[in-house]
């Protein structure tokens, strides 16, 4: 099922880059919308896989924004995402 669902922690292209090529082999191909925030993401993922793709997202710094996440956790995302970023702006 197609989705379009609101990450937080995407500021640019190295975001998105990242973004792309890490959820691409499991999840196919993803769009990363920049020109709104809170940034929006569009794949196609099944209601069986949401959960899994909720974890990876935290786990590169991009948690979906529905998410409660605790000061720490807030923390330790924003820290994933500037190096993913990093990454991301590196493979481009």
Same mark, same amino acid.
């Given at each position: 099922m197609k989705r379009t669902l609101e990450v937080i922690n995407v500021k640019c292209g190295g975001c998105a880059g990242t973004l792309k090529k890490a $959820? $691409?082999?499991?999840?196919?191909? /993803?769009?990363? !919308?920049?020109?709104?925030?809170?940034?929006?993401?569009?794949? !196609? /993922? +099944?209601?069986? =896989?949401?959960?899994?793709?909720?974890? =990876?997202? =935290?786990? $590169?710094?991009?948690? $979906? +924004? +529905?998410?409660d996440l605790n000061t720490i956790e807030k923390i330790t995302t924003t820290a994933k995402s500037f190096v993913s970023c990093a990454v991301g702006k590196m493979d481009n």
């Open positions: $959820l $691409l082999e499991e999840f196919g191909e /993803v769009e990363v !919308n920049l020109d709104v925030t809170p940034r929006l993401i569009t794949l !196609n /993922v +099944s209601d069986d =896989k949401m959960d899994a793709l909720a974890l =990876k997202l =935290k786990q $590169l710094g991009y948690p $979906l +924004s +529905s998410e």
